[in-house]
């Protein structure tokens, strides 16, 4: 992608990579966003206004490539945060439930 942090690609893949082993999409979405993110983070307009059902999106504004990078930078970090609270509370959780089996055998 372009003019992106390491950091950023980690977060992208950590979280794309949560909503493929969900289920919430598929691998071929995901490379859609991909190259859709490739437009976004590159310099120039971006993309063009999304349309839905025939009608421009009300309320959305063009923003300059600092501008998508900053917005997509911070969404993808927001997720990764959440899918890595996540993973530390189930591993709580699972040490939480290994220790009490092991007390209740003893």
Known sequence: ??????????????????????????QGEIDQLRAALRVELSPGPGLPCPVINGEPVKGWLPRDQEQRIDAYTKAFADWAAEVRRDEANSARIRAEVKAWKEGSVA
């Open 1 to 26: 992608m372009a003019r992106v942090s390491k950091q950023f690609a980690d977060d992208f893949s950590l979280v794309t990579s949560r909503w493929v082993s969900r289920g919430e999409h598929t």
